[in-house]
């Protein structure tokens, strides 16, 4: 629920299916949707809870590592409940990486485990750059997170692209990066709400810079991770050392051979229904903020006050149908034709 996600890429989408192309060009006139986030649905404890029962289900004793963007407070409140060694306090950090002569890019690095009482230090220095990025001091300060002891740095889908950024721009940005800061990179991640073809160019890029491949989920609403790592370490620290000395062992869970489409699908209901059992953030309009003039962030349940315009309470109810009712089944079918198989 920390993450702030950016809704800036919503028209690009909503443009391609028909009917709602013509919905979403009367709100573009009147929407800056730069300035419109949404934040993930469940609280810290919740989306432990989901992870954990994955894992368990297993019949194994579970290490997870739950991040936010650019947040640790997901991490610090989690203390309270979890031992350290089974819950570390980490963060997926976003860097800009726009040099001189190369084209503007993003980042994503998950830095896990932060050092007990030096988290806030380190959370605020990834804070600066990320505010005032400087691309000359990104390779000190990323080998100053690596030899934290029992820390883990790792590139997240090397492949993504934020929105706005052009790929061209971005396979640049990775050319500078890598001699530059590899050295600090221990892992790449397979980031299981991604298509596999992007994953298989990380596979690649994992051989060509002799590096590991180590599970991400990136999920921001209510299925576990598609991705797991297998460990014989007792800690999260343990654990930290096996991958930094190159060892990790990835186990692809069922949900990953379901079609993206349909997983995106239901996750898009996930993030829309309703939550009872989290007052104040139980309906999606008090999820969803607008940056007015003033640079104060509200809820749309305080812009519109509970009218939500009727266009929109129809899409969501359309989201409900084919998410949740028979559709489901025919929509899997449909979608498990287009998706790309596994190699």
Known sequence: MHSQECLSFLPRYLHRVPGVSQITRRYEQAVDFSRAYWTPPLNPAAAMRIELAQIAGLGLQA?????????????LALQFAHDRAESPVPVEWTVPYDAPGHGASILHIGVHNLPPCRERFWMSAMAAYTAAPKETRLPELLRSLARIPESLVVLNHPFWLEEGVDAADHERALARFFPECLESIHAFELNATRPWKENAATIALCRTHE????SGGDRHACEPGAAINLTNARSFSEFAGEVREGCSTLLLMPQYREPLGLRILEAGWDILRPYPEFPGREHWTDRIFYRGEDGASRPLSVIWKERVPWMLAGATGLVQVLATTPLRAAMRLVLLERSEAMQ
């Open 63 to 75: 290490l997870v590592s739950l991040t936010d963007h650019d947040d640790i407070q997901a991490g």
């Open 211 to 214: 590096r590991p491949l180590i």
